[in-house]
């Protein structure tokens, strides 16, 4: 027989976190800079915090989005000219996406956009209440990784 309040305490914990992200989505949305999605600054940030180049396959998978998806988010990149996306050397079949200095000052100032707004939500709820949640979030992210 299933256990009632595990499963009224499962839907209560996704519940918050569907709704939190939802939340977090619209607001930095609303405050990234002009013209760039969410989606953009993500591939950016990835891309700056990397530090070496990445196939549109890597980042479809970083990402878990259909390749079709990456490849729309990267031509929308390429064309701002915030990315470089040129051959492998290695593999002429194979391409390799790398952030340009146009990308960096992009993320930068979308960064410098949203931070006020994040540092606030962890002031507000205590640095040691989200250091607290941090290894029970990076849990449930590798369970549902796992699954994959």
């Known amino acids: 027989m299933p256990d009632s309040t595990a499963d009224s305490l499962s839907v209560a914990l996704f519940s918050e976190m569907f709704m939190a992200d939802q939340l977090a989505r619209t607001a930095l949305s609303k405050a990234l800079p002009k013209g760039m999605e969410l989606s953009h600054f993500s591939v950016l ?3 700056a915090r990397a530090g070496e180049p ?3 396959a890597q980042l479809a998978k970083s990402f878990h989005v259909t390749r ?3 490849t729309n988010t990267l031509n929308k ?3 701002a000219g915030h990315i470089h996306i040129h ?3 290695d593999d002429a079949r194979r391409k390799q996406v ?3 200095p146009a990308g960096r000052k992009a993320r930068d100032a979308a960064l410098a956009s ?4 994040i540092s606030d939500v962890v002031r507000s709820i205590g640095t040691e209440k989200v250091r607290s949640m941090l290894p ?3 849990a449930m992210r590798e369970r549902f990784d796992a699954q994959d």
């Not at 949203?114 to 707004?117: L, N, V």
Request: charged share 15%.
């Open 114 to 117: 949203i931070t006020p707004i």
């Open 87 to 89: 051959p492998d050397w």
């Open 54 to 56: 990445k196939s549109p």
């Open 77 to 79: 990149l390429e064309w």
């Open 98 to 100: 790398t952030i340009s």
């Open 45 to 47: 940030n990835h891309l």
């Open 136 to 138: 029970i979030l990076r």
């Open 68 to 70: 079709g998806a990456m």
